[in-house]
């Protein structure tokens, strides 16, 4: 038997807009239409870093397990834990992904700013996760930027068994 996942789609509509689609394993899910420029980005960079991270507790892992899209959206930092943590990690890696990414500086200006608001350290986030989840964001964009208008790019989100 195959290890359970969370099926996504992104399905290209126009220039400014896709459906972003969530299948759970139990047959379980929800499609909507989305505004592509920002909301895209975002949902692609929790996808990397949440899948080379191996986070179960954050976007996509509670897309799987409750709630809907929206609602995890408007919760945002507010949800605690390992799903505020990566907030704090997506928001900013959105405008470092767009240049040269300096991933030892990333990762201390985070530091520097969890410490500055005395919040709990983000044990998990290190240089090297920094640069591959900036990598698997880079390839999956350039499979989005590949997929015809009508087309849909699927991915695969593991969960724990």
Known sequence: ???PALTVRFTRLQDDRHRFEYLRPDGTGEALELETHSMLRHDLLH?????????RGSF???????GGYRELILAGADLGGEAAMTERVVGPLQSA???DLD????VARIVEFSEDMDLPPIRWLTADLVARSAETFRRL???WKATPFGGTMELS????R
């Open 157 to 160: 989100f593991p969960l724990p």
């Open 1 to 3: 038997m195959a290890d």
């Open 47 to 55: 996808f990397a870093l949440e899948t080379e991270a191996g986070l």
């Open 141 to 143: 964009e350039g499979r």
């Open 97 to 99: 992904v767009t240049g």
């Open 60 to 66: 996509y892992g509670l897309l799987a397990k409750v």
């Open 103 to 106: 991933a030892e500086a990333f």
